[in-house]
Protein backbone atom coordinates (compact mmCIF):
# COMPACT_ATOMS: atom_id res chain seq x y z
CA UNK A 1 0.00 0.00 0.00
CA UNK A 2 2.97 2.28 0.72
CA UNK A 3 4.52 1.57 -2.39
CA UNK A 4 1.69 2.15 -4.54
CA UNK A 5 1.07 5.55 -2.81
CA UNK A 6 4.71 6.46 -3.41
CA UNK A 7 3.96 5.65 -7.35
CA UNK A 8 1.06 7.58 -7.27
CA UNK A 9 2.93 10.37 -5.77
CA UNK A 10 5.67 9.89 -8.11
CA UNK A 11 3.31 9.66 -11.57
CA UNK A 12 1.66 12.84 -10.09
CA UNK A 13 4.46 14.99 -9.50
CA UNK A 14 5.78 13.64 -13.28
CA UNK A 15 2.67 14.44 -15.01
CA UNK A 16 2.98 18.19 -13.20
CA UNK A 17 6.44 18.40 -14.33
CA UNK A 18 5.82 17.75 -17.65
CA UNK A 19 2.88 20.14 -18.38
CA UNK A 20 5.01 23.12 -16.49
CA UNK A 21 7.29 23.53 -19.18
CA UNK A 22 4.25 22.88 -22.03
CA UNK A 23 3.44 26.40 -23.46
CA UNK A 24 0.00 26.74 -25.26
CA UNK A 25 -0.90 29.26 -27.81
CA UNK A 26 -4.46 30.38 -29.31
CA UNK A 27 -4.67 32.81 -32.45
CA UNK A 28 -7.56 33.94 -33.80
CA UNK A 29 -7.98 33.63 -37.57
CA UNK A 30 -10.31 35.57 -39.71
CA UNK A 31 -11.66 33.54 -43.41
CA UNK A 32 -11.21 30.37 -42.74
CA UNK A 33 -14.05 28.70 -44.10
CA UNK A 34 -14.10 24.73 -45.13
CA UNK A 35 -11.85 21.83 -44.37
CA UNK A 36 -9.97 22.11 -48.24
CA UNK A 37 -9.21 25.56 -47.65
CA UNK A 38 -7.35 25.62 -44.34
CA UNK A 39 -5.51 22.50 -44.80
CA UNK A 40 -2.52 24.40 -45.87
CA UNK A 41 -2.44 26.52 -42.88
CA UNK A 42 -2.73 23.56 -40.37
CA UNK A 43 0.28 21.81 -42.14
CA UNK A 44 2.17 25.23 -42.30
CA UNK A 45 1.82 26.17 -38.56
CA UNK A 46 3.05 22.46 -37.80
CA UNK A 47 6.16 22.95 -39.70
CA UNK A 48 6.97 25.54 -36.95
CA UNK A 49 10.00 23.66 -35.45
CA UNK A 50 9.16 25.36 -31.88
CA UNK A 51 5.27 23.69 -32.38
CA UNK A 52 4.71 19.87 -31.04
CA UNK A 53 0.80 19.80 -32.22
CA UNK A 54 -1.66 22.47 -33.93
CA UNK A 55 -5.66 22.25 -33.42
CA UNK A 56 -7.53 24.24 -35.78
CA UNK A 57 -10.76 25.02 -34.94
CA UNK A 58 -13.54 26.35 -37.81
CA UNK A 59 -16.42 26.77 -35.21
CA UNK A 60 -14.15 28.91 -33.23
CA UNK A 61 -11.85 30.76 -35.74
CA UNK A 62 -8.90 29.82 -34.09
CA UNK A 63 -5.91 27.48 -33.65
CA UNK A 64 -4.39 26.20 -30.97
CA UNK A 65 -0.32 25.85 -30.26
CA UNK A 66 1.19 23.02 -27.95
CA UNK A 67 4.76 24.27 -28.04
CA UNK A 68 7.68 22.12 -27.85
CA UNK A 69 9.17 21.57 -24.17
CA UNK A 70 11.04 24.97 -23.31
CA UNK A 71 10.06 26.70 -26.95
CA UNK A 72 8.97 29.92 -26.99
CA UNK A 73 7.91 31.58 -30.43
CA UNK A 74 7.17 35.41 -31.28
CA UNK A 75 3.52 35.97 -32.38
CA UNK A 76 4.63 38.38 -35.22
CA UNK A 77 5.85 34.52 -36.75
CA UNK A 78 2.95 33.14 -35.93
CA UNK A 79 0.87 35.97 -37.74
CA UNK A 80 3.11 35.85 -40.93
CA UNK A 81 2.37 32.32 -41.46
CA UNK A 82 -1.55 32.63 -40.84
CA UNK A 83 -1.06 35.85 -43.65
CA UNK A 84 0.90 33.43 -45.95
CA UNK A 85 -1.53 30.49 -45.93
CA UNK A 86 -4.15 33.25 -47.27
CA UNK A 87 -6.05 34.00 -43.86
CA UNK A 88 -6.38 37.00 -41.38
CA UNK A 89 -4.57 36.99 -37.90
CA UNK A 90 -5.62 37.94 -34.62
CA UNK A 91 -4.78 38.05 -31.60
CA UNK A 92 -2.49 35.97 -30.29
CA UNK A 93 -3.14 34.72 -26.34
CA UNK A 94 -1.14 32.25 -24.39
CA UNK A 95 -3.24 29.53 -22.08
CA UNK A 96 -1.18 26.99 -21.23
CA UNK A 97 -2.42 26.01 -17.59
CA UNK A 98 -1.28 28.76 -14.96
CA UNK A 99 -0.84 31.48 -16.98
CA UNK B 1 -19.45 25.94 -89.53
CA UNK B 2 -22.06 26.05 -86.51
CA UNK B 3 -21.66 22.38 -85.40
CA UNK B 4 -17.92 23.43 -85.04
CA UNK B 5 -18.61 26.27 -83.31
CA UNK B 6 -20.77 24.51 -81.36
CA UNK B 7 -18.30 22.50 -80.57
CA UNK B 8 -15.64 25.13 -80.23
CA UNK B 9 -17.84 26.00 -77.14
CA UNK B 10 -17.83 22.78 -75.48
CA UNK B 11 -14.23 22.96 -75.62
CA UNK B 12 -14.02 26.02 -74.19
CA UNK B 13 -16.27 25.34 -71.08
CA UNK B 14 -14.42 21.95 -70.14
CA UNK B 15 -11.11 23.84 -70.51
CA UNK B 16 -12.14 26.86 -68.04
CA UNK B 17 -13.78 24.31 -65.90
CA UNK B 18 -10.86 23.02 -64.19
CA UNK B 19 -10.05 26.18 -62.61
CA UNK B 20 -11.97 25.74 -59.17
CA UNK B 21 -10.04 22.84 -58.58
CA UNK B 22 -10.29 24.02 -54.41
CA UNK B 23 -13.10 23.96 -52.42
CA UNK B 24 -15.19 25.76 -54.83
CA UNK B 25 -18.31 25.01 -57.05
CA UNK B 26 -18.32 22.26 -59.98
CA UNK B 27 -17.93 24.22 -62.37
CA UNK B 28 -17.32 27.67 -61.42
CA UNK B 29 -14.37 29.64 -60.61
CA UNK B 30 -12.99 30.81 -57.34
CA UNK B 31 -11.48 32.85 -55.77
CA UNK B 32 -10.16 30.85 -52.39
CA UNK B 33 -6.69 31.16 -51.27
CA UNK B 34 -3.90 28.59 -52.53
CA UNK B 35 -0.43 29.09 -50.22
CA UNK B 36 2.61 29.98 -51.83
CA UNK B 37 4.60 26.99 -53.44
CA UNK B 38 0.83 25.17 -52.97
CA UNK B 39 -0.40 22.79 -55.65
CA UNK B 40 -4.09 21.51 -56.67
CA UNK B 41 -4.45 18.79 -58.89
CA UNK B 42 -7.67 18.11 -60.24
CA UNK B 43 -9.39 15.83 -62.73
CA UNK B 44 -12.76 15.97 -63.78
CA UNK B 45 -14.86 14.02 -66.24
CA UNK B 46 -17.94 14.87 -68.09
CA UNK B 47 -20.01 13.17 -69.89
CA UNK B 48 -22.21 13.97 -72.71
CA UNK B 49 -25.55 12.32 -73.47
CA UNK B 50 -25.55 14.29 -77.54
CA UNK B 51 -23.20 13.96 -78.89
CA UNK B 52 -22.39 10.82 -76.95
CA UNK B 53 -18.77 12.08 -75.92
CA UNK B 54 -16.72 12.29 -73.03
CA UNK B 55 -14.20 15.09 -71.78
CA UNK B 56 -11.49 14.73 -69.25
CA UNK B 57 -9.75 17.65 -67.88
CA UNK B 58 -6.61 17.47 -65.32
CA UNK B 59 -5.73 21.12 -63.86
CA UNK B 60 -3.30 21.92 -61.89
CA UNK B 61 -2.88 25.06 -59.71
CA UNK B 62 0.00 26.48 -58.14
CA UNK B 63 0.55 29.07 -55.53
CA UNK B 64 2.57 31.69 -56.33
CA UNK B 65 2.40 33.79 -53.50
CA UNK B 66 -0.63 34.58 -51.01
CA UNK B 67 -2.57 36.45 -53.79
CA UNK B 68 -1.32 35.05 -57.11
CA UNK B 69 -2.07 31.62 -58.40
CA UNK B 70 -1.55 30.09 -61.43
CA UNK B 71 -3.67 27.68 -63.63
CA UNK B 72 -2.89 25.40 -66.35
CA UNK B 73 -5.15 23.13 -67.93
CA UNK B 74 -5.35 20.53 -70.57
CA UNK B 75 -8.83 18.75 -71.87
CA UNK B 76 -8.98 15.60 -73.68
CA UNK B 77 -11.94 14.97 -75.58
CA UNK B 78 -13.36 11.20 -77.03
CA UNK B 79 -15.91 11.46 -79.07
CA UNK B 80 -17.98 9.03 -81.17
CA UNK B 81 -17.05 9.93 -84.28
CA UNK B 82 -15.55 12.86 -85.29
CA UNK B 83 -12.27 14.71 -83.53
CA UNK B 84 -10.86 13.00 -80.71
CA UNK B 85 -7.80 14.38 -78.94
CA UNK B 86 -6.61 17.58 -76.83
CA UNK B 87 -8.60 20.53 -76.53
CA UNK B 88 -7.61 24.08 -75.88
CA UNK B 89 -4.09 24.24 -73.29
CA UNK B 90 -4.94 27.17 -70.81
CA UNK B 91 -2.95 29.12 -68.82
CA UNK B 92 -4.41 31.24 -66.30
CA UNK B 93 -3.05 34.01 -63.79
CA UNK B 94 -5.46 34.90 -60.76
CA UNK B 95 -4.57 37.61 -58.88
CA UNK B 96 -6.75 38.66 -55.77
CA UNK B 97 -7.38 42.10 -55.67
CA UNK B 98 -10.26 42.51 -52.55
CA UNK B 99 -9.98 40.24 -49.17
CA UNK B 100 -12.28 41.08 -45.99
CA UNK B 101 -12.16 38.10 -43.80
CA UNK B 102 -14.14 37.48 -40.87
CA UNK B 103 -14.71 34.89 -38.43
CA UNK B 104 -16.22 31.76 -40.75
CA UNK B 105 -16.62 34.31 -43.30
CA UNK B 106 -14.55 36.17 -45.94
CA UNK B 107 -15.55 38.00 -48.91
CA UNK B 108 -13.00 38.42 -52.36
CA UNK B 109 -12.61 39.67 -55.54
CA UNK B 110 -10.23 37.95 -58.24
CA UNK B 111 -9.02 38.89 -61.46
CA UNK B 112 -7.87 36.46 -64.04
CA UNK B 113 -6.63 36.42 -67.51
CA UNK B 114 -4.22 33.73 -69.79
CA UNK B 115 -4.15 32.69 -72.47
CA UNK B 116 -5.67 29.55 -74.32
CA UNK B 117 -3.75 27.90 -76.91
CA UNK B 118 -5.65 25.16 -79.72
CA UNK B 119 -4.12 21.93 -80.65
CA UNK B 120 -6.88 22.26 -83.39
CA UNK B 121 -5.17 24.33 -86.76
CA UNK B 122 -8.84 25.56 -87.22
CA UNK B 123 -8.94 27.83 -84.27
CA UNK B 124 -6.94 31.28 -83.10
CA UNK B 125 -5.37 31.30 -79.71
CA UNK B 126 -7.21 33.43 -77.24
CA UNK B 127 -6.27 35.75 -74.84
CA UNK B 128 -9.01 35.23 -71.23
CA UNK B 129 -10.25 37.93 -69.35
CA UNK B 130 -12.29 38.01 -66.24
CA UNK B 131 -13.54 38.45 -62.78
CA UNK B 132 -14.29 36.42 -60.23
CA UNK B 133 -15.58 36.34 -56.95
CA UNK B 134 -16.11 34.74 -53.63
CA UNK B 135 -18.59 34.96 -50.79
CA UNK B 136 -18.85 32.53 -47.78
CA UNK B 137 -20.71 33.31 -44.57
CA UNK B 138 -22.28 30.76 -42.13
CA UNK B 139 -23.12 27.60 -43.68
CA UNK B 140 -23.23 28.87 -47.49
CA UNK B 141 -20.56 29.87 -50.19
CA UNK B 142 -21.24 32.03 -52.99
CA UNK B 143 -18.91 31.97 -56.31
CA UNK B 144 -19.48 34.49 -59.12
CA UNK B 145 -17.88 34.64 -62.62
CA UNK B 146 -17.61 36.03 -65.98
CA UNK B 147 -14.45 35.80 -68.59
CA UNK B 148 -14.20 36.59 -71.80
CA UNK B 149 -11.62 35.12 -75.09
CA UNK B 150 -10.98 37.17 -77.59
CA UNK B 151 -9.66 35.05 -80.44
CA UNK B 152 -6.35 36.32 -82.15
CA UNK B 153 -7.58 36.07 -85.43
CA UNK B 154 -10.71 34.98 -87.52
CA UNK B 155 -12.42 32.18 -85.36
CA UNK B 156 -14.88 33.42 -82.78
CA UNK B 157 -14.82 34.68 -79.53
CA UNK B 158 -16.47 33.24 -76.38
CA UNK B 159 -17.43 34.10 -73.27
CA UNK B 160 -19.29 32.43 -69.63
CA UNK B 161 -20.46 32.79 -66.87
CA UNK B 162 -21.02 31.54 -63.78
CA UNK B 163 -23.14 31.61 -60.22
CA UNK B 164 -22.58 28.97 -57.84
CA UNK B 165 -24.37 28.00 -54.51
CA UNK B 166 -22.51 25.84 -52.42
CA UNK B 167 -24.28 24.78 -48.95
CA UNK B 168 -22.94 22.34 -46.11
CA UNK B 169 -24.95 19.95 -45.74
CA UNK B 170 -22.78 17.63 -42.74
CA UNK B 171 -21.73 18.80 -40.07
CA UNK B 172 -24.59 21.29 -39.47
CA UNK B 173 -22.26 22.44 -36.88
CA UNK B 174 -18.48 22.28 -36.55
CA UNK B 175 -16.69 20.42 -33.24
CA UNK B 176 -15.01 22.77 -31.14
CA UNK B 177 -11.57 21.34 -32.62
CA UNK B 178 -10.32 19.69 -35.37
CA UNK B 179 -10.88 19.81 -38.98
CA UNK B 180 -13.61 17.61 -40.10
CA UNK B 181 -14.90 15.82 -43.74
CA UNK B 182 -18.11 17.24 -44.73
CA UNK B 183 -20.55 17.03 -47.78
CA UNK B 184 -22.06 20.39 -49.58
CA UNK B 185 -24.66 20.58 -52.02
CA UNK B 186 -23.93 22.24 -55.36
CA UNK B 187 -25.93 24.22 -57.55
CA UNK B 188 -25.10 26.25 -60.44
CA UNK B 189 -26.27 28.63 -63.20
CA UNK B 190 -23.87 29.01 -65.93
CA UNK B 191 -24.05 30.62 -69.87
CA UNK B 192 -21.25 29.52 -72.40
CA UNK B 193 -21.26 31.59 -74.96
CA UNK B 194 -19.51 31.16 -78.86
CA UNK B 195 -19.38 34.00 -81.53
CA UNK B 196 -21.85 33.23 -84.18
CA UNK B 197 -24.45 31.14 -81.30
CA UNK B 198 -26.65 32.11 -78.89
CA UNK B 199 -25.15 31.75 -75.02
CA UNK B 200 -26.15 28.42 -73.58
CA UNK B 201 -27.52 28.53 -70.47
CA UNK B 202 -27.18 25.38 -68.18
CA UNK B 203 -28.04 24.33 -64.80
CA UNK B 204 -25.56 21.77 -62.61
CA UNK B 205 -26.89 19.88 -59.42
CA UNK B 206 -24.71 18.16 -57.63
CA UNK B 207 -22.48 16.81 -54.48
CA UNK B 208 -19.22 17.77 -52.98
CA UNK B 209 -17.26 15.34 -50.23
CA UNK B 210 -15.15 17.91 -48.71
CA UNK B 211 -12.15 16.32 -46.86
CA UNK B 212 -8.80 18.50 -45.70
CA UNK B 213 -6.53 17.50 -48.42
CA UNK B 214 -9.25 15.48 -51.23
CA UNK B 215 -12.50 16.85 -52.67
CA UNK B 216 -14.56 14.33 -54.84
CA UNK B 217 -17.52 15.83 -56.82
CA UNK B 218 -20.05 14.62 -58.66
CA UNK B 219 -23.09 16.43 -60.40
CA UNK B 220 -25.52 16.59 -63.52
CA UNK B 221 -25.31 19.69 -66.04
CA UNK B 222 -28.29 20.55 -67.96
CA UNK B 223 -28.48 22.91 -70.81
CA UNK B 224 -31.83 25.13 -70.32
CA UNK B 225 -31.90 25.72 -74.08
CA UNK B 226 -30.05 25.39 -77.35
CA UNK B 227 -28.71 21.91 -77.42
CA UNK B 228 -30.50 20.54 -74.92
CA UNK B 229 -27.13 18.50 -73.82
CA UNK B 230 -27.32 16.89 -70.13
CA UNK B 231 -24.26 15.80 -69.25
CA UNK B 232 -22.69 14.21 -66.12
CA UNK B 233 -19.84 14.88 -64.47
CA UNK B 234 -17.27 13.29 -61.87
CA UNK B 235 -14.05 14.76 -60.51
CA UNK B 236 -11.23 14.55 -58.25
CA UNK B 237 -9.35 17.24 -56.11
CA UNK B 238 -6.30 16.29 -54.25
CA UNK B 239 -4.38 19.74 -51.98
CA UNK B 240 -0.41 18.61 -52.25
Known amino acids: MRQLFIVAVFFFLSAAVVGADETVLEIDINGMTCPFCVYSLERELGRLSEVKQVLISLRSSKARLTLKEGAHIDADTLREVVLEAGFTPGEVRDVSEGS | ?240
Open chain 2, 1 to 240: MRSHRAFTWLVALVCLVGDSAHAGGLRSLVALPLEPGGIVARLQIIGASSPDNITVTGTVLYGLTTRQTLIFSVPYRDLERGDDGFGYLTGLYRRTVYQHDEPNATRRIAVIGGLRVPTDSDLDPQISAGLVATVYRQRSEWDFDVVWMEALGRSGNNARYDVSWQYRLTPSEYPEWGIPTEWQSVIELGGRYAEGTEMVHQLTVGALWVHPSWVLETGIIQDLNGPDTTSFLLGIRKHF
